[in-house]
């Protein structure tokens, strides 16, 4: 029987509250509303919430107080006329301080000296961007886990970004050897929930991704239609080439212009019931579901098919991706807060690669006045513009407009927000700009009083194709960089909920579709997720003696309505000429304004926002 909020704990007072929404928006709305304007300033407290940034939990990513003033700009067209200009100087105001932003700002200080007056603006409450660490205390010890970006997948990195990573001093290969997290591939599993499949059925030993030649009885379990059980073992035991008699254009055709979903229906004869539980199981990988997105992308991306191409290659689902990757325990925070170390050595003095996921950083010391690099967050960057020989950029802090200038600025923002934050760029640059709209991401940490259950269960993780969240995996083993979370299953331990909020329409083109959810995702209250995450551990872990209400003891939830790049797909995008792609289009500089971020490579990692980053600031002189 379902149970109830109060069963399911919702009632409980643990440490998840998204206590500022509401009040502090309305404050801030009537700010902008009356259009006010500062006296002055250089260096307040944060506004939104309290504590160290890292450990907030409740709504986090894009966190109430982060996003109104830029959504005021580019949605209701707010004006910022009348700012102060703050009298301080700089060399370069950098919007944003993500990893593309922050790598900028310690390129150019290479290029042009450690004395070089530096300014660094984020809307969000903690630097980092997606590089977003969540850091627990409510077990006890400290329990470490991403809200964003997590794999340094080093191998396709290119020399310029080992180097840099080198110089940072973090040795990927040694971190990629001791890593024991495997995206639920040691110990996989499929969760049935009940309301969409009639009743909780967990199947372990069975992952989506791989062939399982040596499970194929568990799809007896599979609360589903025996004629798609039926399919499905076919599926993934034949050995047919069903593309045999085609032309290679003709196959072409087929694995670029079909849909993962459509190549499993028309091709591989699965009925819809079997179709369907593969929907979300792209949406990790590539932040959408398999109907939007080719067969050729989908099994490029761990799906499986390309058994029934005549091609021997059958890849496990995650086991090759995690030998090729280092991880930190916080995910690539520790590279942004390795960059900020950098930069403002004060921050957090005798930290570097060797023991930075435990170091505590001192907030109050990334905004001191005397410093040449300066990293102001809460500070929303409305108005960026060639200015006397250099740039004048307005930003607004606590519902306060200021200006300050520059000789140079770096945009390593995301896309979308530029055209309204630069009018003067050339228009075909803004209609480029525009295209790139970023895929919604979410990913909830829930801390549970101890990883007891999944060890019973035998499993590391869950696909779950009914729920919001189409991954669960208990975060273990990711002891690097001084971090060790020991070896006692009794302890607490971050549970990762992973996935896309749908599209409330998928009939539509691509960038509907993402707009769609990510309005969804901001709507979605703190609750809505909270509830879904004691549903979906409840159900998954309950027959281990899992009480949601007693045994979970904080939520943080990650919302990213700006998440990955959009990085162009084979259904949806044409082929551009060299040069004419909307992103080169778009990064193009402008006067003393450059554009760094992931955006500008239409690649949604790490390293692209470090390359772009290189690039931006390669191009001021
Ligand atoms: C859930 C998730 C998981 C990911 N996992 C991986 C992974 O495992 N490996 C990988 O390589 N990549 C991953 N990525 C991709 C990730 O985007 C990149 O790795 C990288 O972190 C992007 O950095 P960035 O600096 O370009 O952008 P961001 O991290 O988005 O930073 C840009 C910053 O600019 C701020 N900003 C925007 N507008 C303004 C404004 N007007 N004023 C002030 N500040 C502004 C933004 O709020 C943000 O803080 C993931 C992304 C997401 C969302």
């Known amino acids: 029987?379902?149970?109830?909020?109060?069963?399911?704990?919702?009632?409980?007072?643990?440490?998840?509250?998204?206590?500022?929404?509401?009040?502090?928006?309305?404050?801030?709305?009537?700010?902008?509303?009356?259009?006010?304007?500062?006296?002055?300033?250089?260096?307040?407290?944060?506004?939104?919430?309290?504590?160290?940034?890292p450990t907030r939990t409740g709504m986090r990513g894009s966190h109430p107080g982060s996003f109104e003033t830029a959504h005021a700009l580019a949605r209701t067209g707010a004006r910022f006329d009348n700012p102060a200009d703050l009298p301080e100087e700089y060399d370069v105001v950098i919007v944003g301080a993500g990893i593309s932003g922050l790598t900028a700002a310690y390129e150019y200080r290479k290029k042009f000296g450690p004395e070089s007056r530096v300014l660094v603006l984020d809307n969000h409450d903690d630097f980092g961007g997606h590089a977003k660490r969540n850091e627990f205390h409510q077990g006890g010890d400290m329990r470490l886990s991403w809200g964003g970006t997590m794999n340094l997948e080093y191998q396709s990195f290119s020399d310029p970004v080992l180097?840099?990573?080198?110089?940072?001093?973090?040795?990927?290969?040694?971190?990629?050897?001791?890593?024991?997290?495997?995206?639920?591939?040691?110990?996989?599993?499929?969760?049935?929930?009940?309301?969409?499949?009639?009743?909780?059925?967990?199947?372990?030993g069975f992952s989506i991704n791989s062939r399982n030649l040596d499970a194929l009885d568990k799809i007896d379990l599979f609360p589903i239609g025996e004629s798609a059980r039926t399919a499905l073992k076919g599926f993934y035991s034949s050995d047919t080439n069903v593309l045999e008699d085609m032309s290679a254009t003709e196959k072409d055709d087929v694995m670029l212009r079909t849909s993962y979903s459509d190549f499993l229906s028309r091709h591989a004869g699965l009925p819809d019931e079997a179709v369907d539980l593969f929907k979300k199981a792209t949406e990790g990988y590539w932040g959408v579901q398999a109907h939007s997105m080719s067969a050729a992308e989908a099994m490029s991306g761990w799906l499986p098919g390309a058994h029934l191409l005549g091609d021997e290659a059958d890849r496990g689902a995650g086991l090759e991706e995690s030998e090729v990757v280092a991880m930190?325990?916080?995910?690539?925070?520790?590279?942004?807060?390795?960059?900020?170390?950098?930069?403002?050595?004060?921050?957090?003095?005798?930290?570097?690669?060797?023991?930075?996921?435990?170091?505590?950083?001192?907030?109050?010391?990334?905004?001191?006045?005397?410093?040449?690099?300066?990293?102001?967050?809460?500070?929303?960057?409305?108005?960026?513009?060639?200015?006397?020989?250099?740039?004048?950029?307005?930003?607004?802090?606590?519902?306060?407009?200021?200006r300050i200038r520059a000789k140079h600025c770096v945009l390593a923002c995301y896309n979308a927000i530029i055209p309204h934050l630069c009018p003067e760029l050339p228009d075909d640059q803004k209609e480029a700009q525009r295209y790139q709209v970023k895929h919604p991401m979410l990913v909830t940490n829930v801390l549970i009083r101890s990883g007891a259950g999944f060890e019973r269960l035998g499993i590391t993780g869950a696909y779950c194709p009914g729920r919001m969240h189409a991954e669960a995996y208990l975060i273990k083993g990711v002891n690097t960089a001084g971090y060790h979370e020991g070896d006692d299953v009794e302890g607490a331990v971050p549970v990762m909920l992973w996935g896309i909020v749908p599209p409330p329409r998928s009939d539509v083109p691509i960038h509907?579709?993402?707009?769609?959810?990510?309005?969804?995702?901001?709507?979605?209250?703190?609750?809505?997720?909270?509830?879904?995450?004691?549903?979906?551990?409840?159900?998954?872990?309950?027959?281990?003696?899992?009480?949601?209400?007693?045994?979970?003891?904080?939520?943080?939830?990650?919302?990213?309505?700006?998440?990955?790049?959009?990085?162009?797909?084979?259904?949806?995008?044409?082929?551009?000429?060299?040069?004419?792609?909307p992103h080169e289009i778009a990064r193009r500089p402008n006067g003393n304004i450059t554009i760094a971020n992931s955006d500008a490579a239409a690649s949604a990692y790490t390293q692209a926002a470090i390359e772009e980053a290189f690039r931006a600031v390669n191009e001021l002189s």
């Open 163 to 204: 180097e840099f990573l080198v110089e940072l001093g973090i040795d990927v290969q040694q971190m990629s050897e001791v890593l024991d997290f495997h995206y639920g591939s040691d110990g996989p599993a499929i969760w049935f929930d009940a309301d969409t499949y009639g009743r909780d059925v967990l199947v372990p």
């Open 328 to 402: 930190f325990p916080d995910g690539n925070a520790s590279i942004a807060r390795l960059l900020v170390q950098s930069l403002i050595p004060e921050a957090a003095p005798g930290a570097n690669a060797g023991n930075i996921a435990t170091a505590r950083f001192d907030y109050a010391q990334l905004n001191r006045p005397q410093a040449s690099v300066r990293l102001r967050l809460d500070s929303t960057a409305v108005h960026v513009e060639n200015a006397d020989g250099g740039v004048a950029v307005t930003y607004v802090r606590g519902g306060t407009a200021s």
């Open 1 to 53: 029987m379902k149970k109830t909020d109060r069963e399911l704990g919702m009632l409980r007072d643990i440490s998840r509250r998204d206590f500022i929404h509401g009040a502090s928006l309305t404050a801030l709305g009537l700010m902008l509303l009356a259009g006010c304007t500062p006296t002055s300033d250089v260096d307040i407290v944060p506004t939104g919430s309290v504590g160290y940034p």
């Open 512 to 581: 509907d579709q993402l707009r769609g959810a990510r309005q969804v995702l901001l709507e979605m209250n703190f609750e809505d997720f909270e509830r879904e995450a004691r549903v979906v551990l409840d159900g998954l872990l309950g027959s281990t003696g899992f009480d949601a209400a007693e045994d979970i003891l904080a939520i943080t939830v990650n919302r990213w309505p700006h998440g990955y790049a959009y990085g162009y797909l084979d259904l949806w995008d044409p082929e551009w000429e060299d040069g004419q792609a």
